[in-house]
């Protein structure tokens, strides 16, 4: 598939390295919010939005389950991108020589024992690639950024130490959205719907509308609440199963939902990713 895939961030930041791993031959358009992103794509100045949802360490981003079910788009894949954090020198530096770091908080955060085992301090920026870029631009050997390899290969940067975080599991899942949806395919590791609702104001409501997809034995991998509309009483939520709306035991448990529901709305159908296991 070629065409543009559109991200939020700077050039090189994760969002940005999540499209060149999981669609490197479509062109990357940053953007600088997520509500630009799903707008770019909506217009048609981009064929796919790459969206973060959630992170293996820091759990779910932020906003971002809010604006899927009013996008008007559709999910149609997902990507699970291994976050390697990085400390990127301008040329001729060495970590020994590195006084301060600077990156997102997260980042930091994911550092904390690389940091302070080479005495760097840790230095707040508004993301990970604007700080490799001021890095770059300040052309100092003792400021580094910690940030991805591309970010490096984008300002000129040298990974100066490689892979630092403290955590070996962390990892981002990432949602991509196209205008159409696609439930044609079927995945090689199965396949995952993602909807949210809203129960109905009967008593056990959210329990009885749980009961079908055990009964029609569904696997249920992701359940969240939150609020809309800023109200303590209208609570939406947001599940991923496995299965397609086309399978019996799913179709069965989604009738089952929609008894107990006002409101219920199919955000994808799409293939699980590999790394999901």
Partial sequence: MTGRIAFQGEPGAYSHQACHDARPEME????????????????GDADLA???????TYGRVA?????????GLHIVDEAFVRVHINLLGVPGSTTDRVKKALSHTVLLGQCRDFLREHGIAP??????????????????PSQAALASELAGEIYGLEVLARHIEDH????????????????????????????????????????KAMGGFA????????????????????TQFYADIEGHPDDRNVRLALEELDYFTDYLKILGVYPADPRRR
Wanted: hydrophobic share 40%.
């Fill in 123 to 140: 230095v707040t920026a508004a993301d990970t690639a604007g700080a490799a870029k001021r890095v770059a631009e300040a052309a100092d």
């Fill in 215 to 234: 009964t029609n034995s569904v696997n249920m991998t992701k359940l969240e609440s939150y609020m809309v509309n800023g109200s303590f009483t209208a």
């Fill in 28 to 43: 990357a358009v940053p953007c600088p919010t997520f509500e630009e992103v799903i707008e770019t794509v909506r217009r």
């Fill in 50 to 56: 790459m969206l973060p949802v959630e992170n293996t």
């Fill in 63 to 71: 906003d971002i389950h809010h604006l899927l079910p009013a996008s």
């Fill in 168 to 207: 070996s599991h962390n990892t981002t899942r990432f949602l991509l959205m196209a205008r159409e949806p696609d439930h044609t395919r079927r995945g090689a590791h199965g396949m995952i719907t993602s909807f949210v609702f809203q129960v109905r104001n009967i008593p056990a409501a959210l329990y």
